[in-house]
């Protein structure tokens, strides 16, 4: 079954701190995708991967980096925290495109809260 | 940037009835087209997908594609308390490195009473 794992449900950290959101998948996608999701704006996408060791920036990629050291983990990194970076951030994956379905498998986020 | 745009809703439908969900999108070379649905406090999931003009039929659900108007609406038949959630509305990019992500809508909630 498709897996899409995120390593922390929830987690409140203080303004300033680094945070890291570890995202993993076991389907051996290529693809994988950082958004943020907050009431009335949406999916915003920050950044994604179309393999190891690179990286494009989404929408939103400001305050954000990401590594991908392996193609079934993709990390999400908060260098310093802020109150607006206050959100729930769902990690996904897919196959390649062009010619594959545009499927997301997306894991069950997490809610980070800054304060 | 790509644009793509839902009603706003809520929209609020009565057991046994059809809900209308409609997007409309910016890029007129984009080929394909998805529904996601997410229910309260769990991940979005792949509902329906449409890349041909005209209908595609999935149980309950159509999808409707008119690129010429660049528009995807999705109806739900014989709507059930159980479709009460939030849809969302994805484009995939058209071009370079763009293709392999989507652009999604804000997300039109629906609820359908009993």
């Known amino acids: 079954d498709v897996k899409v794992t995120q390593s922390s449900r929830y987690l409140v950290k203080r303004t300033g701190e680094k945070v890291f959101l570890e995202c993993v998948q076991d389907?051996?996608?290529?693809?994988m995708f950082w958004y943020r999701q907050d009431p009335g704006l949406g999916l915003r996408l920050i950044y994604f991967?179309?393999?190891?060791?690179?990286?494009e920036k989404g929408d939103i990629p400001e305050g954000y980096s990401v590594s991908r050291e392996k193609k079934e983990r993709f990390s999400l990194i908060l260098e310093s925290a802020s109150t607006n970076q206050t959100s729930m951030y769902l990690c996904a994956s897919s196959p390649p495109g062009p010619l594959q379905p545009g499927e997301l498998f997306f894991g069950e986020g997490s809610r980070l809260t800054v304060l | 940037q790509k644009e793509v745009e839902q009603n706003s809703g809520p929209l609020s439908v009565p057991e046994g009835a059809i809900a209308s969900l409609n997007c409309t999108y910016s890029?007129?070379?984009?080929?394909?087209f998805f529904w996601y649905r997410q229910y309260s406090g769990k991940s979005p999931e792949l509902i329906m997908s449409?890349?041909?003009?005209g209908d595609k039929e999935d149980g309950r659900f159509t999808a409707q594609l008119n690129k010429a108007s660049q528009y995807v609406s999705l109806l739900i038949r014989d709507s059930q308390p159980s479709d009460s959630a939030t849809y969302l509305c994805?484009?995939?990019?058209?071009?370079?490195?763009?293709?392999?992500?989507?652009?999604f809508g804000r997300g039109t909630q629906l609820t359908v009473w009993p």
């Open positions: 890029d007129r070379v984009s080929q394909s």
């Open positions: 449409i890349y041909s003009n």
């Open positions: 994805a484009v995939r990019g058209s071009r370079g490195s763009t293709l392999g992500r989507l652009y």
């Open positions: 389907m051996d996608h290529e693809n």
């Open positions: 991967s179309y393999d190891v060791k690179m990286k």
